[in-house]
C-alpha cells in the first residue's frame, strides 16, 4: 500500500519560510518522480513544483520562482519543498504526489498524500 504522508505546514507571516517533508512508503522510491500541487479555499488544485527520479531536473509554476526549492533524498524516501519569502497567496493545502511514468510538464500522479496546511498571514 502506498503512502505519502505531509508534515510541516502550519500558520507564518508573510516573508516566512517553511519546509514541507512528504515521507513516502510502499512504492519504489527512486523510480518516481515526485510533485508538489496546492489548493487554495474555493479553487482548483494547481500544479506547484516536480522533481525527476533521480533529482536532477525539476520544473516549477512560475508564481513560485526563485522563492520555493525542490530537493528529494532517495536514502530517506523523502521529498522536500523549501519554501521562502512566502506571500498569502501562498496559503493553500500543499498535496505531495508521486509519478511512476512521468515527470516535469506530463507529471499527472499516480498516488497522493492527505495535504498539509500552510496559512500565511499579512
Known amino acids: 500500500q502506498v503512502q505519502l504522508v505531509e508534515s510541516g505546514g502550519g500558520l507564518v507571516q508573510a516573508g516566512d519560510s517553511l519546509r514541507l517533508s512528504c515521507a513516502a512508503s510502499g512504492l519504489t522510491f527512486s523510480r518516481s518522480a515526485m510533485g508538489w500541487f496546492r489548493q487554495a479555499a474555493g479553487k482548483e488544485r494547481e500544479f506547484v513544483v516536480t522533481?525527476?527520479?533521480?533529482?536532477?531536473?525539476?520544473y516549477y509554476t512560475d508564481s513560485v520562482k526563485g522563492r520555493f526549492t525542490i530537493s528529494r533524498d532517495n536514502a530517506k524516501n523523502t521529498v522536500y519543498l523549501q519554501m521562502n519569502s512566502l506571500k498569502p497567496e501562498d496559503t493553500a493545502v500543499y498535496f505531495c504526489?508521486?509519478?511512476?511514468?512521468?515527470?516535469?510538464?506530463?507529471?499527472?500522479?499516480?498516488?497522493w498524500g492527505q495535504g498539509t496546511q500552510v496559512t500565511v498571514s499579512s
Open positions: 504526489a508521486a509519478d511512476t511514468r512521468y515527470s516535469g510538464r506530463a507529471f499527472r500522479g499516480d498516488y
Open positions: 522533481i525527476s527520479r533521480d533529482g536532477t531536473s525539476t
